[in-house]
């Protein structure tokens, strides 16, 4: 599966997590998305 979303707030390096919303969601819905960030 396969899905795009757009990051709806800035990135910084230290963040553990994203705020991303979901390409095609009608409800515009907001979701978390933790992760971790490597510049390496």
């Not at 963040?15 to 819905?29: L, N, P, T, W």
């Amino acid at each position: 599966m396969k899905l795009e979303a757009n990051i709806r707030e800035t990135v910084e390096l230290d963040a553990k997590s994203i705020i991303v919303e979901f390409y095609g969601d009608k409800k515009k819905q907001h979701f978390e998305v933790f992760c971790t960030f490597n510049p390496i």
